[in-house]
């Protein structure tokens, strides 16, 4: 069964430490993505990597196919940062079927 | 406006009866996706357009469900004889490339 499995479930930071979220699935990939769902429910798309590494402003994405992991960092966290995210993988051919994870509440306190 | 939008926001029906949820994808994008995501719940894939190709439609819990996409640019998904594990909130998302733009979501309630 394909599955994406993200960690932690929850994380509260405080303002300015450096954060990471965690995501493993459990076969081959073609792509995963990193998502950001904030509190009204608007969903944006931070990332979309099949290898190595992406940045863009304080964020990081980064994946290892080899040992089936990704990693979200979040450099110098701020509470507007407060959000949902969360991982979803490509399986198979289409580029739509995306098997999404659970997600990460982070709540970031100045 | 340059997003994706979607129609209507909320929406309340009575179990049984059929809904029609639209999507109006940004001018250009070739792939439209929808997905729903329920109370309490992760999101979930239901069908995908990519150009003139046939829809990925593995993602549909039921026959119930039913999409189309005319004219490569706006989408219906129709729920018919609605149930109320339907409720949830649909979202579209389109794109042209790799970065999926979501829309805001049509909040769906069935009594």
């Known amino acids: 069964k394909n599955e994406v499995e993200q960690s932690p479930q929850n994380l509260t930071a405080q303002e300015g430490e450096f954060i990471t979220i965690n995501c493993s699935y459990s076969v081959g990939i073609s792509a995963l993505h990193w998502l950001q769902q904030h509190p009204g429910g608007g969903i944006v798309s931070l990332f979309m990597l099949s290898s190595g590494k992406k940045k863009h402003g304080r964020l990081i994405a980064t994946i290892n196919i080899q040992e089936k992991h990704s990693s979200l960092h979040i450099t110098a966290s701020h509470p507007r940062d407060s959000a949902v995210y969360i991982c979803?993988?490509?399986?198979?051919?289409?580029?739509?079927?995306?098997?999404f994870g659970k997600g990460t509440k982070l709540s970031v306190k100045p | 406006g340059a997003g994706v939008s979607q129609s209507p926001s909320n929406k309340v029906t009575e179990k049984g009866k059929d809904v029609e949820l639209r999507c109006d994808p940004i001018s250009g994008h070739t792939a439209l996706y929808w997905y729903r995501q329920s109370l309490g719940q992760g999101l979930e894939f239901l069908i995908y357009?990519?150009?003139?190709?046939?829809?990925?439609k593995s993602g549909l819990p039921s026959d119930r469900f039913s999409a189309e996409r005319t004219g490569g640019s706006v989408s219906t998904l129709t729920i018919q004889r609605t149930q109320q594990e339907d409720s949830a909130v649909y979202l579209c998302a389109s794109s042209f490339f790799e970065t999926q733009y979501f829309g805001p979501g049509t909040r769906l309630l069935v009594l």
């Open positions: 979803a993988a490509h399986y198979g051919g289409s580029q739509g079927n995306l098997i």
């Open positions: 357009f990519q150009g003139n190709s046939a829809p990925d």
